[in-house]
């Protein structure tokens, strides 16, 4: 199941599901929405759910607004058979055909992926759509982001996570662009305003970037290295066995 939580950008939802729909997207997703959002923009979101969401896919309102939030709300009520989760933000545009059926290929239930930017950075961090086998969240016990994180870092964290047990791979014949402010791709707006703070572009930071760097930094120092020894647990087991961290613990 993918993934898009969004927040106030009508023409980028648009112009992704658009993206979407023409690189043959075939596997369903949920666009996330939060009260407020809903409540101001009703008419403009109705016409997107009746003429631009490809086949299987719905809108969800959530109580909770920012990415994070959103996450942690949803992903405990998929179905008890979901086997992969994957986000998309509302910025990014799939240029492959068949992208998403490319990616979800790639999993072992053990490992997370993401797409190629077509940027360096894709080689160096998952910048953009990326999938996560569902035993992977599991055994972090995390729905995608922690508690700790609202929207920022999120990449830093999995990147740390995945290079030290070597659960994350790119997967370079599945492109999907990345129309980023910070990749100067993208002039910014008022969301960008929101979570990075109305001065980022002069170098000082909002609050939630603050607090997500702190966070990150503090998970570093702190709760890194059992987190990775969650996932090695995971690695031990042979693929079709299932891992319950109630029963099997945390090896020392």
Known sequence: ?????????????????KAARDAEISTPG???I??????????????????????NWA????DAVTMGGKCREYIPKLKADTTWIGIFNDDHLPITKGFDKKLIAKLDGKNFVSANDRRLESFRLPVTATVWSLPLLQAVGWP????????????NIWLQLGKATGCWRMVAGAVVEHAHVLHGRAPDDETHKKVYGENFHQ??????????????????????QPTLQK?????DYLPGEKWNPKVSGVRP
Request: charged share 25%.
């Open 231 to 235: 996932i090695r647990q995971l690695q």
């Open 30 to 32: 949920r666009i996330l």
């Open 1 to 17: 199941m993918w993934l898009l939580p969004t927040l106030n950008r009508l023409e980028k939802l648009k112009n992704f599901l």
């Open 203 to 224: 170098g000082q930071p909002g609050e939630m970037w603050k607090k997500d760097e702190q966070n990150f930094n503090l998970f570093m120092q702190t709760d890194f």
């Open 59 to 62: 809108i969800e309102i959530t």
């Open 144 to 155: 995608i982001f922690p508690p700790f994180l609202e929207h920022l870092f999120i990449d």
């Open 34 to 55: 939060d009260k407020d959002d809903w409540n101001k923009n009703q008419n403009e979101y109705v016409i997107i759910n009746n003429k631009y969401l490809p086949d």
